[in-house]
């Protein structure tokens, strides 16, 4: 079984030790150029996996209630008011959720086994298993996954792992009207998403633009990746995104090297008293 942390990585289930003739990889493709902001995505999260409630907060955020992924937010609905050209308003809507990563930084940090890889490609946290350390908080470039407040325990998206396994689709995709979220091969995808920019660029949207769907990116590419309409500041998502143990190797090195130098120190030091 590999363990390789960055760089291209054509199959990340098998890396991760599924045999050969596994599923291939799945994930999402969100447009957000005809996101409604209806959170029918939200709903249907929360019903089928049983996420708690988030609360009906007033932010001060346009309509967003929710603010931002977490323990209880699986998938978030983004509403981003801009000063239009014609002195009116222009609504940028996203639905945003875990990025599923080819290199996942929350797995690679997990103690216990609890993050693990699917054999769709997928990252998934088994909360039964969960210690609550909190490593994997901190590893996710994206700022995904979250610690419940009630037990300690983290938790994200699974894109549905159960209903994948039943071969159904996610419950997200399932209740979007407007196909913004679309499911499938990721490969089938990227091709998908790279003809939506090109029709949005010969229709006069030269803004348009993919984000997450590079393999040669920060994170090995994203298994749920997004057509934005502007900038991925925005939408609040990092512009050049990193998965923080790709130097895990190197410092691992040079942490050794400088223990046998220590060690080295010690002993010369203590022949000396001898």
């Not at 289930?13 to 599924?18: E, F, I, P, V």
């Not at 003739?21 to 994930?27: K, L, N, Q």
Request: hydrophobic content about 40%; charged content about 20%.
């Amino acid at each position: 079984m590999g363990n390789r942390l960055s760089g291209p990585l054509p199959d990340p289930a098998g890396d991760a030790g599924h045999p050969a003739g596994h599923p291939e990889r799945v994930g999402f493709f969100t447009d957000t150029s005809v996101c409604i902001g209806c959170k029918a995505c939200e709903v249907a999260c929360k019903q089928w996996n049983s996420v708690p409630e988030d609360g009906i907060n007033l932010l001060a955020m346009s309509y967003d209630n929710t603010g931002a992924l977490g323990a209880n937010t699986w998938r978030h609905v983004a509403f981003i008011e801009q000063p239009a050209p014609d002195a009116g308003v222009r609504w940028l809507m996203s639905s945003d959720v875990c990025k599923h990563c080819t290199h996942a930084a929350c797995l690679d940090v997990c103690p216990t086994g609890s993050l693990f890889r699917t054999e769709f490609g997928t990252v998934v946290v088994q909360d039964d298993i969960c210690n609550g350390c909190g490593y994997c908080v901190p590893a996710c470039p994206y700022g995904v996954i979250e610690r419940r407040e009630e037990d300690g325990r983290a938790f994200k998206c699974t894109l549905c792992y159960d209903r994948l396994r039943g071969d159904q689709l996610p419950a997200c995709a399932q209740a979007c009207p407007t196909e913004s979220i679309q499911f499938g091969p990721l490969e089938e995808l990227r091709a998908r998403a790279a003809a939506r920019v090109d029709a949005l660029h010969a229709a006069g949207q030269p803004q348009a633009r993919l984000y997450g769907h590079d393999p040669d990116d920060g994170v090995g590419g994203d298994g749920a990746f997004f057509l934005l309409m502007d900038e991925p500041e925005v939408y609040g998502l990092p512009p050049d995104p990193v998965v923080t143990t790709r130097d895990l190797p190197s410092m691992w090195k040079h942490a050794a090297a400088a223990a046998a130098a220590v060690v080295g120190v010690l002993a010369v030091a203590f022949g000396r008293r001898s």
